[in-house]
């Protein structure tokens, strides 16, 4: 390409550089291979029946000293018949014994031991010259064809000796090489007609990307730039695909700085009004959780100062009720550092190795009275042992608010199932069931939230805070594991596994 003006212009059409690429490409080819074929195939191929020559050689030489041998025989006829090869081998004496003979050519008639002295002096060519034998290339007298002889002699015995003749006729060789040539034109012909048909699927090809362009234009124009065009060719395809790539970039750009700087603005906006939520509903729990006993200690350490308590057994009672509060003000709070700890991930974790199942037995325990006070059957299904590794403490408040709560729930007279086993190579699972009110299948979700009652009256009665089970879902995450409720037909069952 050339530049004129600042502009790119193309100096050949894209079907002209498709067309000339392709013909020169297939014209080159075609033009190399007939070169090499024409002056190297002759010389390469006459290498190759020289070893072949050879190699018989080798083997008629073998077969003088062992001329009874078949097997050898059979393969000196079978090469002989592969390489195009005449060869004799015969014995010295008066009968002039033919020990071997392959082909039907000037070979026996060459080989009168008279003659010999002759041959070498109408040699031609000489490819080979031992004292024991001869390779040459020299004219039939018959047929006036060019002909490779070896002709050569092997002693067997100190009286005896024996005589080959190999030949091999040029004439053979040039046909070969004349056929490849015309093998090789109907090739070329062949390429061209190939060729033919790729230039027109390369030329449709090269349509695409105007195809595809005229996609891109109109995704862009309906703000989508989400495909880039992808070219090298070089032309006026690349050159325009290049423009519409830089004008979509800037668009892009600029629209998606617009967009993310919309979405950061709404996901600010969104994360401030959850923030200012969550801190109103916190204060509000809070607030709620610690009015109560703070009016509670209050009104009575008002009573005390004002005299009010004038004997001792109201007055210690007095201070039993400020304590009693003042104490589950200070648990209220441990169970808030305790959970925002756990959230957090700042809680270190102490794996040690105990009985989970013994723990569960002891903890349902200090709920005898009260399920004997209400009627109420505890089944549990636990192994006599079931030892886990994990942070005792934490797999505690799991078990402790889960058990708590199903007591609180469970109906009178009603059942409480706990069930744990082990649950792949390491873990546990825990179900804790209890016949009762079901929770509204709109509420489970938020069962886990901080502060949540499905009691929406608070009642002080249970003397629950609302972030126990907000408590269990943060310990489970931290070892690993998760929680779950799901209502039965009956009742509600908690699960966790960790």
């Known amino acids: 390409m050339r530049k004129n003006g600042g502009e790119k212009t193309v100096r050949f059409s894209l079907r002209t550089k498709n067309m000339l690429l392709f013909v020169g490409l297939f014209v080159l080819l075609i033009a ?51 390489y195009g090869i005449e060869a004799i081998l015969v014995a010295s004496g008066d009968a002039g014994t033919i020990l071997f003979s392959a082909g039907e050519g000037p070979a026996g008639r060459w080989l009168d031991l008279g003659l010999e002295q002759e041959m070498h002096h109408s040699l031609d060519k000489i490819y080979a010259k031992e004292e024991e034998y001869a390779t040459f290339e020299t004219r039939d007298p018959m047929t006036r064809s060019q002909k490779i002889m070896c002709l050569g002699h092997v002693d067997r015995a100190e009286s005896e000796r024996c005589y080959y003749l190999l030949a091999l006729s040029l ?89 993310k700087a919309n979405q950061h603005l709404e996901q600010d906006v969104r994360e401030k009004e959850r923030q200012n939520e969550q801190r109103k509903e916190l204060l509000a729990n809070i607030s709620h959780e610690l009015k109560t006993p703070i009016a509670l200690i209050q009104g009575y350490a008002e009573g005390l100062r004002d005299g009010m308590c ?47 199942a013994g723990l569960i037995r002891d903890i349902s325990a200090s709920y005898e009275m009260k399920s004997e006070q209400a009627g109420i059957r505890v089944e549990m299904d636990l192994p006599d042992e079931l030892l886990v590794e994990s942070d005792a403490l934490l797999a505690e408040q799991i078990v402790q608010n889960y058990i ?95």
Not at 438 to 448: F, H, K, N, Y
Request: hydrophobic share 40%; glycine share 8%; net charge negative.
């Open 32 to 82: 190399a291979l007939w070169l090499i074929n024409r002056f190297g195939l002759p010389s390469y191929y006459l290498k190759q029946q020289l070893q072949h020559l050879e190699e018989v050689r080798e083997e008629l030489v073998k077969l003088a000293s062992d001329s009874t041998n078949e097997d050898l025989q059979l393969k000196l006829n079978l090469e002989c018949e592969r």
């Open 310 to 356: 004038e004997d001792d057994e109201l007055r210690v009672r007095y201070s039993d009720i400020i304590m009693d509060e003042a104490a589950r003000m200070n648990r209220l709070v441990r169970v808030l550092l305790s959970l925002d700890e756990l959230e957090s991930g700042v809680a270190q974790i102490e794996k040690t190795r105990f009985d989970l």
């Open 404 to 498: 708590s709560n199903a007591f609180h729930y469970v109906r009178e007279g009603g059942v409480i199932r706990i069930t744990a086993k082990p649950q792949g190579e390491t873990g546990v699972f825990l179900s804790v069931y209890n016949e009762g009110e079901r929770i509204p299948e709109e509420a489970l979700p938020q069962v886990w939230n901080k502060f949540y009652k499905v009691d929406k009256a608070r009642t002080r009665s249970y003397g629950g805070s609302g972030i126990g089970l907000s408590l269990v879902k943060a310990s489970a995450a931290r070892l690993g594991g998760g929680c779950d409720v799901k209502n039965t037909e009956e009742g509600v069952e908690f699960t966790a596994w960790f």
């Open 171 to 259: 004439t053979r060789i040039q046909e070969s090489v004349q056929l490849s040539n015309r093998f090789l034109l109907l090739i070329g012909l062949g390429i061209l007609v190939i060729g033919s048909c790729l230039i027109l699927l390369f030329t449709k090809q090269m349509t695409d990307p105007i195809i595809t362009l005229s996609r891109l234009s109109r995704k862009m124009a309906s703000l989508d730039f989400s495909e880039r065009f992808e070219g090298h060719s070089g032309d006026e395809i690349q050159q325009l695909g290049e423009n519409i790539n830089h004008l979509s970039d800037n668009l892009e750009s600029t629209i998606g700085n617009l967009q």
